[in-house]
C-alpha cells in the first residue's frame, strides 16, 4: 500500500493528473524545487523535503536530497528498520518518482556550453532511483511517464506486485547505466591539446562507448532454426528507423531474423533515390532496383530486372503504397513489404496476401543521415560512420572521364543508377543497368570478374547496351573485357589500381566510356 510518494522531475508529461490521482487516495506527497512548485500551483497539497528533512536545498539545488531521511525512508526494510529511521527522524517511502536531468538533450543541443553540460548531470536524482529500485520488494519506483497509468491502476486495485516492482526497478537500472554511459561518453570524447582539456572540440569516437537496448520481442530462431534470437531496439532510436517501424502485416508469422537484415538492406538501398524507387532484396543483395514517375512502375521494373530472385524476396519503396502499386505487389510472393506508409485500399488488398508482412516507417530518412554504424567481432566490436555517400559521385560532374569517349547523357544517368546501387551489393560487386533498372548483378564472389560473369548472365540479351558498376577498381583488364564482350558501353568505377593505365587502354581500344569516381564502396 503506497502513504506516501516522493516526487521529483524533470519531465513533468502528466505529472499532475497522476499526482492528483495519488493525493485523492490520500497518499503524502514529498516533492522538490520546481516539481514542488508545479504541484502547488495545481492545487496540491506538497510536504517539501527541506521541511521534511530539517535541511534546506543548498548550492543553488545541488544538494537537496542527499540525506539520511530520504535515502533511511527509502532503503528502510520494514520493522527491521523502523528503530532506526525513528533514530534519525525518518518515515517510511513507498514511491519514488524521479526523472532526470536532460544531460543527453543539453549536450547534443546546438551551442551547449560545456558549464551547462556538466551542470545537467544529475546526482541526487540516479540515487533515489538507484535506492528505490534496490528495494523493489517493498518500493515502487518510476522513472518514466509512460509507466504511470499501469502504476495508478495496481494502487487503485489495492496491491502493487512484486513481479511490477521488479520490472519497474530493471527498468531503473537500464535508465541509469545509460545516463551515466552517454555521461562517460561525452567526457570521454573531450580534445586534449598539450594538457589542456578543450571543451569545444569532440573526438568522432569517444574513448568509452555503451550501448543500450531493449528487447522488443523474441524471434523464432536465427539465422538457422537450431540457433535462438531475439531483436533489441536501440533506446533513442531516431524516428524512422527499421526498429521503430509500424507492423500493419496480415501474415500470423513474425518477422524473422533474416527478414529484418534483409529489410534493413533493402531499406538502406531505396533511400538512395529522391524519385519514386522499388528495391528488391534477396539474402542481403538488391536483385532488382528501378525508378520511374510512378511507385507501381518502379516496382514492376524491379521485379522484371530478375524476376525468379524477385520471388519471396523483401520489397523496399520510398513512397506511400497506393492501390496501383499494392495490385502490382500482390501479383507476386513476396516475405514482406516496407514502405513509408499504406493508404486503406493498399492495405485492404495486401493483407489478402496471408504470409505478407508489411513495415510502415513513417517519416522517412534521407540517403545522407548521420549514423555511427556497428560490425560485432569476437570479443570486440568494429565502429564506423555510416556510409552515406553515392549520389552524384557520378554525375553532377563529379567523376573523371578517363577514356576517349565520354559517356552519353544517357549512359551517365544508367550509371548513376548502377553507382548508387553497387554500394548496396556485397563485394565484389558488379550492377549493370540499362535505363532506369538493374538488368544484372554479380554479387559476393572472390574474384571481381566473376562477379562481372555472374551479372552478365543474369542480364541475358540485356546486357547488350547496358552500363557497369564496380565497387571497386579493376585490377586487371579482363574484367572489363568481359563486360566489353556482352555488349557493355560504359563503366563507373573508382580507379586506384597499379594497372589502371592498362585498363584504360583496354577501354579505349573496346570503344567504351569510363569515369573514375575516385571513391569506393566496400560492403562486407
Not at 555521461?183 to 568522432?204: N, V
Not at 528501378?290 to 530472385?309: C, G, K, P
Not at 543508377?417 to 558488379?430: D, E, M, Q
Amino acid at each position: 500500500m503506497i502513504t506516501r510518494a516522493l516526487i521529483s522531475v524533470s519531465d513533468k508529461t502528466n505529472l499532475i493528473d497522476f499526482a492528483k490521482a495519488l493525493a485523492a487516495r490520500g497518499v503524502e506527497i514529498l516533492s522538490t524545487g520546481g516539481t514542488a512548485k508545479a504541484l502547488t500551483s495545481a492545487g496540491i497539497a506538497v510536504v517539501k523535503v527541506e521541511d521534511y528533512t530539517g535541511s534546506p536545498e543548498v548550492m543553488d539545488g545541488r544538494v537537496k536530497t542527499l540525506h539520511p531521511r530520504v535515502h533511511g525512508g527509502i532503503l528502510m526494510r520494514g520493522d527491521m528498520d523502523n528503530a532506526d529511521l525513528e533514530r534519525i527522524g525518518g518515515k517510511p517511502i513507498d514511491l519514488v518518482v524521479v526523472n532526470l536531468y536532460p544531460f543527453e538533450q543539453t549536450y547534443q543541443k546546438e551551442g551547449a556550453t560545456h558549464a551547462e553540460i556538466i551542470e545537467n548531470i544529475d546526482i541526487g536524482g540516479p540515487s533515489m532511483l538507484r535506492s528505490a529500485a534496490k528495494n523493489y520488494q517493498r518500493v515502487t519506483v518510476v522513472c518514466d511517464p509512460a509507466d504511470y497509468t499501469e502504476v495508478l491502476g495496481a494502487v487503485e486495485a489495492g496491491e502493487i506486485s512484486t513481479s511490477l516492482r521488479r520490472r519497474l526497478s530493471a527498468k531503473v537500472f537500464a535508465h541509469t547505466a545509460a545516463y551515466d554511459g552517454k555521461i562517460a561518453q561525452y567526457l570521454s570524447s573531450l580534445k586534449e591539446r598539450e594538457g589542456e582539456e578543450r571543451t569545444d572540440e569532440r573526438a568522432p569516437y569517444p574513448r568509452y562507448l555503451t550501448l543500450h537496448f531493449e528487447r522488443a520481442y523474441p524471434l523464432r530462431y536465427g539465422e538457422n532454426p537450431h540457433q535462438s534470437a531475439a531483436f533489441y531496439r536501440e533506446r533513442g532510436a531516431r524516428s524512422g528507423a527499421l526498429a521503430l517501424s509500424e507492423s500493419l502485416g496480415a501474415g500470423g508469422k513474425e518477422l524473422s531474423f533474416n527478414n529484418l537484415v534483409d529489410v534493413d538492406a533493402a531499406l538502406e538501398a531505396v533511400r538512395e533515390f529522391n524519385e519514386p524507387a522499388a528495391v528488391v532484396v534477396k539474402h542481403t543483395n538488391p536483385c532488382g532496383v528501378a525508378t520511374a514517375t510512378d511507385l507501381a512502375a518502379a516496382y514492376r521494373l524491379a521485379r522484371e530486372a530478375d524476376s525468379v530472385s524477385a520471388f519471396g524476396g523483401i520489397v523496399a519503396l520510398n513512397r506511400p503504397v497506393d492501390e496501383a502499386t499494392a495490385k502490382a505487389l500482390s501479383e507476386t510472393f513476396l516475405e514482406c513489404v516496407v514502405a513509408p506508409s499504406f493508404n486503406e485500399v493498399a492495405l485492404e488488398i495486401l493483407r489478402k496476401k496471408e504470409k505478407l508482412r508489411l513495415l510502415a516507417t513513417g517519416t522517412w530518412l534521407p540517403a545522407t543521415f548521420h549514423e555511427l554504424v556497428f560490425k560485432r567481432v569476437e570479443g570486440g566490436l568494429l565502429v564506423q560512420d555510416r556510409d552515406a555517400s553515392a549520389s552524384h559521385e557520378v554525375s553532377a560532374g563529379k567523376a573523371q572521364v578517363v577514356t576517349h569517349r565520354d559517356p552519353t547523357p544517357e549512359e551517365l544517368a544508367s550509371l548513376e543508377l548502377a553507382w548508387r546501387v553497387c554500394k548496396h551489393v556485397k563485394s565484389n560487386a558488379i550492377v549493370l543497368a540499362s535505363g532506369n533498372q538493374t538488368v544484372g548483378v554479380g554479387a559476393g564472389q572472390m574474384s571481381r570478374v566473376e562477379s562481372v560473369r555472374i551479372a552478365c548472365s543474369k542480364a541475358g540479351e540485356k546486357a547488350k547496351g547496358a552500363v557497369l558498376a564496380s565497387d571497386a577498381f579493376f585490377p586487371f583488364p579482363d574484367g572489363l573485357l568481359l563486360a566489353a564482350k556482352h555488349g557493355i558501353t560504359a563503366v563507373a568505377q573508382p580507379g586506384g589500381s597499379v594497372k589502371d593505365p592498362e585498363v584504360i587502354a583496354a577501354a579505349d581500344e573496346a570503344g567504351l566510356a569510363m569515369v573514375f569516381t575516385n571513391v569506393r564502396h566496400f560492403r562486407h
